[in-house]
């Protein structure tokens, strides 16, 4: 089996490429550090699957992992430091096959990559209960679930930046200054580790925000 694995730290990259090679039937034919070199590695090496990170110095796993689904049908799983609801969701709606947090067990990592790579689906024990809640509904679409760390208003203004509103509209919607909503924003991008309202806006879409709602005339 040939996994390319996705990661920005040498040293993590080193033991689990050691501990699935210790396996004897998985070959790593690849280790990538940035999202803008995984096209062009499974491109060239054609790996059966890939191991993904989420968060790489260049971009997000996410858009990497978008990408490739749309590229090629080559199967994803993601092993991240992420803990959070709207990762997983995210991760989930671009096309990863299997979501596993680090520190997992070296068997449930192999049990993983095996079984992602023949068409199944894994996930970690931690996260299949919130993965379940979510995808049925039960656990609310509000922001707030899936990105615990912003609050309540500024997940409302997420929510309107992924419908397409501009500042004065979100203003005008939630009855507040423009000034306050350019500080919302700007507390938005820094809890959510973005840079450009089109990042802010991918990230909120991914989990369902914004969806199918008609912005302001």
């Known amino acids: 089996m040939r996994i390319v694995i996705v990661d920005d730290h040498p040293l993590f990259r080193a033991g689990l490429r050691a501990a699935l090679e210790s396996a004897g039937d998985i070959l790593v034919v690849a280790e990538v550090e940035t999202a803008a070199a ?42 991240t430091m992420s803990d959070d609801d709207g990762s997983l969701l995210a991760a989930i709606r671009a096309g990863a096959g299997g979501y596993l947090v680090k520190g997992a067990a070296r068997d449930e990592v192999l049990h993983a990559v095996r079984t992602v ?24 679409r509000g922001g707030e679930r899936v990105f615990p760390e912003l ?29 306050t909503v350019r500080n919302h924003i700007t507390h938005i991008f820094e809890k959510l580790h973005v840079s450009t309202r089109a990042e802010a806006v991918a990230r909120a879409r991914d989990v369902g925000l914004g969806a199918d709602r008609p912005t302001d005339p």
């Open 117 to 140: 790579a023949g068409g199944g689906a894994v996930f970690g024990a931690q996260t299949v209960p919130r993965l379940t809640a979510l995808l049925a509904g039960t656990a609310g």
């Open 151 to 179: 609050t309540e208003r500024e997940c409302e203004v997420l929510d309107l930046l992924a419908r397409g509103l501009d500042n004065r509209r979100i203003a005008r919607r939630l009855f507040l200054a423009e000034k």
């Open 38 to 79: 995984v096209t062009p590695a499974v491109a060239e090496h054609r790996p059966d699957l890939v191991v993904m990170d989420l968060n790489l110095p260049d971009g997000s796993g996410i858009e990497a992992t978008r990408a490739l689904v749309a590229e090629t049908p080559v199967p994803i799983l993601v092993l």
